[in-house]
Structure formats: structure tokens, C-alpha cells
């Protein structure tokens, strides 16, 4: 099989490169918002954008600010998970709907989950695919039953970092690296 590098595959390969870097630029705004790092979360976004989220209508410091401030009053934890994703390209300008799972573990145990859409136009500006108008389609939401976590009564469950809302986590460590000891279970 020969492998074709003419001008139809490098615009199909430049495309999917376009595509990925705009998923890139979405996740940073779920891991920004996660883990309350406020310089990644405002990297997904030109500084001119506009959101439209829930009662929230205004610029991105602005979402950052109100959001982590309601989330760190009423929750413990928070995971903006995106699910399915189209993108449709037109030079510089992209338009993209993800859907989006939102799971939250309040802090009266309590958990709610959440479903809807974000529809988003991105620009290419410098180089880079960043959020300029943001708006979000809210379609269900419902409260879960309180279980235990799973596994928080072994003794080292944290010995790799504790889950952290902060650079502090350990998905920021660099080299990950295990500090637990052995252990199988028999």
C-alpha cells in the first residue's frame, strides 16, 4: 500500500491537527476549572470571548471568578467530562458542539450530576484555536445517591498525592512517579 502526501491528504491532515487543537484548547478549560488553576482555565479563551453560562453572561476572568467561588463554597469536587464532539472548520473561524457530562460531589455528601452542551465559535488568532463566544445548553440534571468512596480506608491510598483542587494534585507531578508500596490483594 503506498501512502499518498499529496495536497488532498496534508488539508485532511491539517485539518484533523486544527481539530485536535481545538479539543486541546476545550479540555483546558475543564482541567482549568477542575483543578482551580486559573492561568490554564483562561488559556481556552481569547481575552475578548464572551460566555453565556447558566445566570452567568460576561468574559472569562470574570466565569472564573464566579465559578470557583461557587464551587469552592458548595462542593468538594467537580469533573467537567466532554463527551461527544463535532467541529466544523472554515478557515480561521471554527464553530464546535460537546457535549458534556458534569459530576459534583457537594459538601454535604450529597452528588448531582449534569448534562448538556457547549456551543462554542473559536478563532484562530497568533496561531492558536481559542473559545470566543461560548454558550451553554443545560438539558437534564438530577442528585445520585451518597455512597462511601471507594478504598478510603487504606492506610496509603494517598501515597501518590491526594486528589487536590490545585496544582497540587497529582496529575500536575512531573515525573509522575508511585511512592506506595507493593500491595496484592489476595
Given at each position: 500500500?503506498?501512502?499518498?502526501?499529496?495536497?488532498e491528504?496534508?488539508a485532511k491532515?491539517?485539518?484533523?491537527?486544527?481539530?485536535?487543537?481545538?479539543?486541546?484548547?476545550?479540555?483546558?478549560?475543564s482541567r482549568?476549572?477542575?483543578?482551580?488553576?486559573?492561568?490554564?482555565?483562561?488559556?481556552?479563551?481569547?481575552?475578548?470571548?464572551?460566555?453565556?453560562?447558566g445566570?452567568?453572561v460576561?468574559k472569562p476572568a470574570d466565569?472564573?471568578?464566579?465559578?470557583s467561588?461557587?464551587?469552592?463554597q458548595?462542593q468538594?469536587a467537580?469533573?467537567?467530562?466532554?463527551l461527544?464532539?463535532?467541529?466544523?472548520?472554515?478557515?480561521?473561524?471554527?464553530?464546535?458542539?460537546t457535549y458534556y457530562?458534569?459530576?459534583?460531589?457537594?459538601?454535604d455528601?450529597?452528588?448531582?450530576l449534569?448534562?448538556g452542551?457547549?456551543?462554542?465559535?473559536l478563532e484562530?488568532?497568533?496561531?492558536?484555536?481559542?473559545?470566543?463566544?461560548?454558550?451553554?445548553?443545560i438539558?437534564?440534571s438530577?442528585?445520585l445517591?451518597?455512597?462511601?468512596?471507594p478504598f478510603?480506608?487504606?492506610?496509603?491510598?494517598?501515597g501518590n498525592?491526594?486528589p487536590?483542587r490545585?496544582?497540587?494534585?497529582?496529575?500536575?507531578?512531573?515525573?509522575?512517579e508511585?511512592k506506595?508500596?507493593?500491595?496484592?490483594?489476595?
Amino acid at each position: 500500500m503506498t501512502t499518498s502526501t499529496g495536497p488532498e491528504t496534508l488539508a485532511k491532515l491539517e485539518t484533523l491537527l486544527d481539530r485536535q487543537e481545538i479539543l486541546d484548547c476545550l479540555l483546558r478549560f475543564s482541567r482549568g476549572m477542575d483543578r482551580f488553576d486559573r492561568e490554564l482555565f483562561l488559556t481556552a479563551f481569547h481575552d475578548d470571548a464572551t460566555i453565556a453560562a447558566g445566570i452567568f453572561v460576561g468574559k472569562p476572568a470574570d466565569l472564573y471568578a464566579w465559578a470557583s467561588d461557587m464551587h469552592e463554597q458548595g462542593q468538594i469536587a467537580t469533573h467537567h467530562n466532554l463527551l461527544n464532539h463535532t467541529c466544523d472548520i472554515d478557515g480561521d473561524v471554527a464553530h464546535a458542539e460537546t457535549y458534556y457530562l458534569y459530576a459534583v460531589r457537594n459538601r454535604d455528601d450529597t452528588n448531582w450530576l449534569a448534562g448538556g452542551r457547549y456551543i462554542d465559535r473559536l478563532e484562530r488568532r497568533d496561531g492558536q484555536w481559542k473559545i470566543v463566544v461560548r454558550t451553554n445548553a443545560i438539558e437534564w440534571s438530577g442528585m445520585l445517591p451518597t455512597m462511601p468512596i471507594p478504598f478510603s480506608d487504606v492506610p496509603d491510598i494517598h501515597g501518590n498525592g491526594a486528589p487536590s483542587r490545585s496544582p497540587a494534585d497529582p496529575s500536575y507531578q512531573r515525573p509522575l512517579e508511585n511512592k506506595r508500596a507493593p500491595n496484592i490483594p489476595g
